[in-house]
């Protein structure tokens, strides 16, 4: 667990719990005393006022108006929050989707004026559309976690992506490729990405797809990508 995350889990501890110990903590992220306390101290750091009481039994408890105040989410976060949201909208089965808009406004002016370009930038790559009905999703899975992290750069800084790739027949390769834009197909997710190898644009399912990474050091022009007529950008999705 990293150090992110690490922070979200005790956060989430300590507002669910009322009242968590040093070691129910370190149970709960898998890290030694001395981690917690420099994790702690570093929440503290961010405006988060967590009481601690006194004794061997004592706990820590978190004042519930910091969390409001200083909570921070990055821009892969909010990205993940407006295309869950989007996609849901685009399947025809959101029924509260007037609130989540309202709520995810409020989380992106929340955001710093650098995050915000970085979120509309990441949102440009990002396209709906209609899964055609021959399409087989019987052996659809999970995707892999780490993919959004990844993403995040590669489409921001516009690098390199390597991943392994299993195809529908479940041989696994090596690719490396240019990410240019993510197509939801409802209940599909596909990387679109121009693929040198092949001198051509290449759908990638996201649930095929393992061990993203981002190549330091590469770069690349992004590419117009020609989709059917049913595809659409995000943001021209009606509200």
């Given amino acids: 667990m990293n150090i992110r995350s690490r922070h979200d889990a005790i956060v989430r501890s300590l507002r669910r719990n009322g009242t968590s110990t040093i070691a129910e903590l370190m149970q709960e992220v898998g890290a030694s005393r001395r ?5 702690i101290g570093a929440l503290r750091d961010e405006g988060f ?25 990055s821009v892969a976060e ?12 685009a399947a025809g089965n959101l029924p509260f989707s007037g609130l989540a808009d309202a709520g995810l406004a409020k989380i992106e002016r929340s955001l710093p004026s650098d995050k915000v370009l970085d979120l509309r930038r990441f949102l440009d790559c990002l396209y709906v559309g209609t899964l055609a009905p021959q399409v087989d999703i019987s052996n659809m899975g999970m995707m892999d976690p780490d ?6 750069p590669a489409f921001l800084r516009r690098l390199y992506l390597r991943f392994q790739y299993r195809d529908a027949k479940g041989t696994a390769t090596s690719r490396m490729v240019e990410p240019q834009a993510m197509l939801i197909l409802p209940p599909l997710w596909y990387l679109v990405a121009w693929d040198p190898s092949r001198e051509d644009f290449r759908y990638f399912r996201m649930d095929r797809i393992n061990k993203p990474e981002c190549i330091e050091g590469t770069s690349f022009k992004r590419r117009h990508v020609p989709f059917e007529d049913h595809v659409r950008p995000i943001r021209d999705l009606p509200r």
Avoid: K, M, Y
């Fill in 35 to 39: 981690t917690v306390l420099r994790d």
């Fill in 49 to 73: 006022v967590i009481h601690s009481e006194q004794g061997r039994g004592g706990g820590l408890q978190l004042d519930p108006q910091s969390v409001q105040a200083n909570a921070r989410l």
């Fill in 78 to 89: 909010v990205f993940a929050l407006l295309i869950s949201v989007a996609s849901v909208r």
């Fill in 147 to 152: 993919l959004l992290s990844a993403f995040e």
